[in-house]
DNA sequence: TGAACATATGAGCATCTCTTCAGACGAGCA
DNA sequence: TGCTCGTCTGAAGAGATGCTCATATGTTCA
């Protein structure tokens, strides 16, 4: 059944969060709709991407990735010295990103040494690069 | 003078923040570290790619530009029915992505009608959407 | 001209995040 | 074997963030 505008209004109040295709949703073109809903990535993919997005959002760790990019395997101590970060501040970050796979580490005596091990983090970070002027020399990984 | 690295570690607490080339600072490579260091981007290019990571780091707003990057030009009420979201919070996020230029608003009426306006963007999350096996069909920008 | 519509905006609240500080832990050294 | 080194982890505090709710605003309609 056809429910005019004024009604979804009704039924469906602004604030209230809703399921893409709910009929008691306000709509005006819904097919368009409807094909960009199907067209969406899952909840979980859209997740996923976001919290990857989020690695990045970050200025501090921006510049440790972005010190790995350039710099291939590095101890914590060095990565603090080039970052202009305390080397407390860089280990939480390494921790994280190694929670997400986004580096790797191995150890070698006392020293920890890390390098980038996330392609995808790899290839939008040289995207974005490149797009400000700023070409990264990465490494080729050994 | 060359500070032993011994006397590096007391000159410089390992959780104070320092600059980059700071020789006061513990390090192990000071060579890997000042290519490292030269080779990052300015601060405020590094600010500004984390703020536009960040932009894309929620999933509520990578809805909203990931239906734009679909469906070309559409209205708050329509985003917010295919996004399965309120109207309201997607009016907080496009508000946020106006004053950032990533999209751009027309009036038709009563009626405002948001297009995505930024390649770079554009570019990354095209680069994302096709590395999580999502390949974007994004329409051709009027 | 008042009401309805579509959208925008601000405040409040709950939650999240980042940095610092302090201490823990494993490896190496004298 | 005790100390130092390099790194890691947790807690605390300050600040940031996103959603809902309520209200405001401009446009359209009867």
Redesign the pocket.
């Known amino acids: 059944m056809s429910i005019s505008?004024?009604e979804q209004?009704?039924a469906a109040p602004?604030?209230?969060?809703h399921a893409p295709g709910d009929c008691a949703v306000?709509m005006?073109d819904r097919e368009k709709v409807d094909m960009v809903a199907a067209a969406l990535p899952d909840e979980d993919v859209i997740g996923d991407l976001a919290q990857m997005f989020?690695l990045l959002?970050?200025?501090?760790?921006l510049k440790v990735i972005t010190a790995l990019l350039e710099g291939g395997e590095m101890?914590?101590?060095d990565i603090a010295a080039a970052c202009g970060?305390?080397?407390?501040?860089v280990?939480?970050?390494?921790?994280?990103l190694r929670a997400h796979r986004v580096v790797r580490?191995r150890?070698g005596?006392?020293?920890?040494?890390y390098r980038l091990d996330d392609s995808h983090v790899r290839m939008l970070l040289d995207l974005a690069l490149a797009h400000v002027g700023h070409p990264a020399q990465a490494q080729a990984s050994a």
Do not use: F
Request: charged share 30%; proline share 5%; with cysteine.
């Open positions: 505008s004024d209004r009704k602004a604030s209230r969060p306000r005006v989020g959002a970050d200025p501090g760790r101890c914590v101590c970060s305390s080397e407390s501040a280990s939480h970050t390494l921790r994280l580490s150890r005596g006392r020293m920890a040494y």
